[in-house]
């Protein structure tokens, strides 16, 4: 190691690699200088006061910034190209300080040799900049990018590169320490071996590689650049792997291959198990018990709890605490057994042993109400789609041994009798279920939730507060109830009487329940979605999740399946409590008290369908609007619901062009129209990092169903195929318009979509004849053929199409505005003795690819447009009344 050694550097001046000792003495020097100046503080006057000079060489002095800066605080300066030409370098009267912009010149390696004070130009921008004086230093400081930075190094074998990086570290005002201390604030390390490494992991100090001083001093120049910034630190950070080879034993294939794509992106190698050059053996202990080899000394037989430990607090743990043990071997574990029971005595013991259990069981009853089936289909409830994920209570514990608070003596319990009832047994079990569950809670909150939200996590946070929150939600609150509910469960089953009242607890909590399960139940698919990503975008917690998952207070599962035990709870209670009720006397007071209780959950269970109902509705709501580009802001409001989307294709080209993908969104009150882009827009990317994909629809028009007159379903032929078309009249419109798709997906079918559409413009318009709106009509009456839409002739027609109007566009000099352009036709209408309506009929049925020949002077083509328009105009009208 080089870390002891005596460096000498380019200067020829002896340099320690560790510069504590020159740090120290420093110190020492100026607490004597201070101490000198306040006992001569008296004669003061006396002193002759020393002025300080800045000397710009060479470049330096060609740099208008730096003028500017020194005469800002006010250091008189001058310039030099030599210093023999400066010939009172030495003079006492001046404390010089020499200003250089190349710390490679050979002009630098003189003044470094006469012993001059050295400064680079960043530094006299920064006190600038800060107001502040120019620093003192005994070595040459060209910036303060490592200024209050103390930095250790560990793993250099090479002597001139560690040289090479303690002088650039001085030179960026940073501190070295031989020694590791509390006073380090970063370990610059070349190997994951060694004291330094393993207490830097401890304490949480940031552990870089060497590029990480070499890019410090890239950007040395910049003013406002520090080393020590998180982001830019981050990028040369030591991984937990380096240096590492391993090998897994005992996984299956897909952990394996997991666990090695993780070791390469935690800067590792892996290789197969018994290869020599490995460096641990990550071993599964719940499946090997003993390796296929005799391992190498230099060998680390590690757990994986290891791996992911290493992963998650992003540095490589120390081995010695999950190193893996060899269990005992089943040969030795047998003679053991068998010789414990050759003893002379042990017949006697087992027969004496077996006599007092039964002794106890005659006394206790200690199992009072064996395995049985639950009569689920008997007393059922229709609870909502919701909450009817499980309707078998937990009961995994209630068929084991009776809880340790049951059992216990009270002052005021009564002996009770020796064989109990069943509504005892099944008080008993909600009580068991309730512990169960509480435990669950604890463990959820302790195991996971805790970690997470701890601060000054080794590695920096593993999740973000707003993850957090998403994650767990209010099951710190759902504890607090429910530990309340196991209070009073255990004090009622310690006092037992028939005449105790179950029902009353629940209903002493069931504002409490109202309260705080609805926000859980509501946003728990978010809470899974939010655990799945960030599982595969962040490895330390993956790891974490490994971690804990794999522990026994989880019972081998996953973090997503435990918190799904809230949303099962109270379908589980409710029907524990109808079971209560059927074992209950008719004339003991708590059977009414028990069917309020069931009527409170299930209140409490309506009120979470309904808030989930809303909940997803607004998520529909929120999705349309990021998803369609332009999506006006009147569409969001609180009475309105999204019932259906449907992909089609536009037949007309009253909205869009002829063959173009439109969705249309129909709400309970409107119809939004949006066409697929042409050209998809960058992603969205919220402040948390969530990142939206990008819109990939485009308004058309939002259409209250007010507005739509018929349904027009059109038959089934060769030529046309799921088509319908719409009625509507707009209020800025005189006669109706006709707008026609066809449908491309085959869910929903055309007759539910018709009878759909039909009813909510029915309810809209206030009309209780919804079938009255569907008329049925035939393709050639309202020229609509879909025998085309999919052809490689129409395809390319489109495309043609657009491309036209992209470059009619482009060149024309006039781009006017459809409300010009409707102007313009009304008022050549009107002069030609024709009224509004016609010309925006024509208007209406027909697109023109450009406008700019209107601002020049009417040509034969443009005065026969009129004709043209009223021509198709007065067809589509008789089609339509004929239809109406």
Same mark, same amino acid.
Request: with cysteine; hydrophobic share 35%; net charge neutral.
């Given at each position: ?7 000498? =550097? ?57 003028? $500017? ?21 030495? =003079? ?119 590029? &990480? ?27 937990? %792997? ?60 590690? #757990? +994986?709890? &290891? ?13 010695? !605490?999950?190193? %893996? ?56 409830? /229709? ?12 009961? =995994? ?12 003596? /009270? ?20 009580? +068991? ?15 996971? +939730? ?23 939600? /209010? ?96 379908? @589980?209670?409710?029907?524990? *409590? ?12 708590? $059977? ?28 529909? %709501? ?74 990939? *629809?485009?308004?058309?028009?939002? !259409? ?37 798709? +066809? ?23 206030? #009309? ?20 085309? !839409? ?14 036209? $109007? ?5 060149? /024309? ?13 009304? =008022? ?19 697109? !023109? @690819? ?11 083509? *443009? ?22």
């Amino acid at each position: 190691m080089a870390d002891n050694s005596t460096l000498v =550097s380019e200067t020829g001046r002896s340099l320690l690699a560790d510069s504590s000792v020159l740090d120290s003495k420093i110190i020492e020097t100026s607490k004597e200088n201070v101490f000198r100046a306040a006992v001569l503080d008296v004669d003061a006057e006396e002193m002759p006061q020393i002025e300080t000079r800045v000397v710009l060489v060479q470049e330096a002095g060609k740099r208008e910034e730096l003028l $500017k800066a020194l005469e800002e605080i006010k250091v008189p300066y001058i310039k030099t190209d030599t210093i023999e030409e400066l010939g009172d370098a030495d =003079s006492p009267e001046f404390e010089t300080i020499f200003v250089v912009s190349d710390f490679q010149a050979p002009i630098f390696t003189n003044l470094c040799k006469a012993d001059c004070r050295v400064i680079g130009p960043p530094v006299v921008l920064h006190c600038a900049q800060k107001g502040e004086a120019l620093p003192f230093s005994c070595r040459p400081l060209y910036c303060a990018s490592m200024l209050n930075l103390v930095l250790c190094f560990t793993g250099f074998r090479k002597k001139d590169e560690l040289v090479k990086l303690v002088t650039l570290v001085h030179h960026m005002g940073g501190i070295i320490r031989r020694d590791f201390s509390s006073k380090v604030t970063h370990l610059v390390a070349n190997s994951t071996h060694g004291d330094k490494f393993r207490i830097a992991v401890s304490l949480g100090i940031p552990i870089v590689k060497a590029e &990480w001083i070499y890019k410090a001093w890239e950007k040395r120049n910049e003013i406002d650049f520090c080393a020590a910034d998180d982001d830019f630190r981050n990028q040369f950070k030591v991984p937990p %792997f380096q240096d590492c080879m391993l090998s897994f034993l005992g996984f299956s294939d897909d952990e394996k291959a997991n666990m090695e794509e993780m070791t390469e992106m935690q800067g590792g190698h892996y290789l197969p198990v018994g290869d020599e050059r490995c460096t641990h053996l990550v071993v599964e202990e719940s499946t090997v018990k003993d390796l296929p080899f005799e391992p190498l000394k230099k060998l680390y037989v590690v #757990k +994986q709890e &290891w791996f992911w430990g290493s992963i998650q607090m992003d540095a490589r743990a120390g081995e010695s !605490m999950y190193l %893996f043990e060899k269990s005992e071997s089943p040969d030795f574990k047998k003679s053991v057994s068998l010789l414990s029971l050759s003893t002379p005595n042990s017949n006697r013991k087992r027969r004496r042993l077996k006599e007092t259990l039964a002794q106890l069981t005659r006394e206790t009853d200690m199992s009072p109400f064996p395995p049985r089936k639950r009569p689920s289909a008997e007393h059922s409830l /229709s609870l909502g789609s919701l909450l009817d994920i499980s309707n078998t209570p937990e009961s =995994s514990t209630a068929n084991g041994e009776t809880p340790k608070s049951c059992t216990r003596p /009270s002052k005021n319990s009564t002996p009770l009798p020796l064989k109990q009832s069943a509504r005892w047994q099944v008080a008993k079990e909600l009580y +068991q279920t309730e512990s169960n569950y509480v435990d669950i809670l604890t463990t959820i909150i302790q195991l996971f +939730q805790v970690p997470l939200e701890k601060e000054g996590q080794l590695g920096g946070p593993i999740l973000a507060q707003e993850e957090i929150k998403t994650i767990f939600g /209010s099951i710190p609150d759902i504890l607090d109830v429910h530990t309340k509910i196991k209070e009073d469960l255990e004090d009622l089953m310690i006092n037992w009487t028939e005449s105790k009242s179950i029902g009353d607890i629940i209903l002493k909590y069931s504002k409490d329940l109202l309260k705080t399960y609805p926000p859980f139940v509501n946003f728990f698919e978010m809470s899974k979605e939010t655990i799945t990503r960030c599982e595969k975008q962040k490895p330390r917690f993956h790891a974490f999740l490994k971690i804990n998952q794999a522990k026994p207070e989880c019972g081998r599962q996953s973090l997503a399946e435990l918190l799904i035990r809230p949303v099962q709870r109270l379908p @589980s209670v409710a029907l524990l *409590l109808n079971d209560i009720k059927k074992h209950t006397a008719e004339e003991n007071p708590d $059977k009414v008290t028990l069917e309020r209780a069931i009527e409170s959950l299930k209140e409490v269970m309506t009120h979470i369908n309904e808030d989930k109902r809303k909940t997803e509705a607004q998520r529909q %709501f929120f999705d349309v609007v990021y998803e369609v580009d332009g999506c006006p802001a009147n569409l969001l409001s609180s009475h309105r619901s999204l019932v259906q989307r449907l992909e089609t294709v536009a037949l007309g080209d009253d909205l869009c062009d002829r063959g173009e993908q439109v969705t249309l969104f129909l709400f309970n009150d409107c119809l939004e129209i949006a066409r697929k882009r042409h050209k998809v827009i960058g992603a969205f990317k919220s402040p948390h990092g969530h990142t939206r994909p990008p819109a990939s *629809l485009k308004h058309v028009v939002l !259409m209250p169903l007010s507005q739509i007159k018929k349904v027009l379903d059109i038959r089934e032929t060769e030529d046309c195929q799921k088509a319908f078309a719409l009625v509507v009249r707009p209020p800025t419109e005189l006669n109706n318009k006709l707008l026609s798709f +066809q449908m491309t997906t085959e869910d929903p079918c055309k007759e539910d979509w018709l009878k759909m559409l039909c009813r909510h413009v029915a309810n809209t318009i206030c #009309k209780a004849d919804a079938e009255n709106l569907i008329y049925v009509a035939d393709p050639d009456s309202v020229e609509v053929n879909t025998k085309d !839409m999919d052809s490689t002739l129409s395809r390319a027609s489109r495309a043609i199409k657009k491309t036209s $109007k992209k470059v009619t566009r482009a060149f /024309s000099f006039s781009k006017t505005p459809k409300r010009a352009l409707r102007r313009a036709l009304m =008022s050549h209408s009107a002069t030609e003795g024709r009224s509004p309506s016609s010309a925006t009929e024509g208007y209406i049925g027909s697109r !023109m @690819s450009s406008t700019s020949s209107l601002a020049g002077v009417p040509s034969p083509s *443009l005065v026969s447009l009129p004709s043209i328009f009223e021509r198709r105009s007065h067809t589509l009208s008789r089609s339509t009344t004929h239809l109406i």
